[in-house]
């Protein structure tokens, strides 16, 4: 089995991981999620597990190499959610009471 965490590093590790970039950038009424993926193509160009999306630019879309095989996360079509629209719904009541026990 082979090791995975520098993936789960990308994904989920501090200061520069996906989701770390994506709440800050959630945090900012005025962020843009082309500005979004910009960032998270220079912060972790250099994690093996980050693969830069052929044909597409830093502001359009990233890849992730994940135990499967090689990812590519690009921006929402204008008719879906954003990532960052997406990261702002908040979680129903009881999901939070179930995650906090």
């Known amino acids: 089995m ?7 590093d990308l994904i989920g590790g501090e200061p520069n991981g996906v989701l770390k970039l994506l709440d800050e950038a959630s945090r900012l009424n005025s962020a843009k999620e082309s500005a979004l ?4 193509n ?4 250099k994690s093996r597990a980050f693969k ?6 830093p502001s359009e879309a990233f890849g ?3 135990y ?8 929402a079509e204008a008719s879906s959610a954003t ?3 997406k990261n702002s719904y908040a979680l129903s009541p009881e999901v939070e009471a179930t995650l906090s026990k």
């Open 2 to 8: 082979p090791d995975n965490q520098v993936s789960i």
């Open 37 to 40: 993926f910009e960032q998270i």
């Open 42 to 45: 220079e912060k972790n160009r």
């Open 52 to 57: 830069v999306a052929p044909k597409k630019r």
């Open 64 to 66: 992730i190499k994940h």
């Open 68 to 75: 499967a095989g090689d990812v590519i996360y690009s921006c």
């Open 83 to 85: 990532w960052l629209e």
